[in-house]
């Protein structure tokens, strides 16, 4: 379980930068969700850069942040180190198959009114969290998630 402040922050923002590895480090902005417990989800078109980073190299971090202009003694955030899945069309395990439903209902109730989703062409990832830095102003914590 991740701490409470974590937990929040990911829970109340819509968006974060995601960084992949390949040739170069390629970090590019997503909307994303997270299940509650220990990963987070995004989707994304499958012939973009970060799938393909992610196929060659599935280590990924996510940083989320909230900056406050006037005083960055109040900035928070958070980045979320793990491994990312790929969830081919097709080819999810009957098992897997509840709970990425759910998943990919979450992920459009939270973003319909921003997004449309057309068939075809996205796949969801997954990204299980391994590790947190979280800080709020000049204070920082890092901790690695049991699971």
């Given at each position: 379980m ?26 590019a ?5 997270y ?8 989707m994304s078109?499958?012939s973009?850069?970060?799938i393909?980073?992610?196929?060659r ?26 491994f ?6 097709g ?8 709970d ?7 992920f ?19 990204i ?20």
């Amino acid at each position: 379980m991740l701490p409470y402040e974590v937990r929040v922050l990911l829970n109340t923002n819509y968006f974060g930068y995601l960084c992949t590895r390949g040739d170069y480090p390629h970090i590019a902005p997503i909307f994303f969700t997270y299940d509650q417990r220990e990963s987070l989800y995004f989707m994304s078109d499958f012939s973009s850069r970060k799938i393909k980073n992610i196929m060659r190299d599935p280590k990924v971090s996510l940083v989320v942040d909230v900056r406050d202009d006037n005083d960055p003694f109040n900035n928070e955030g958070a980045m979320v180190s793990g491994f990312a899945k790929i969830y081919l069309p097709g080819e999810v395990e009957l098992d897997e198959y509840h709970d990425i439903y759910t998943i990919y209902e979450l992920f459009k109730s939270k973003y319909s009114e921003f997004i449309e989703f057309e068939e075809g062409g996205d796949v969801l990832v997954e990204i299980r969290i391994e590790k947190v830095s979280y800080w709020r102003g000049p204070h920082f914590k890092s901790f690695r998630v049991k699971l």
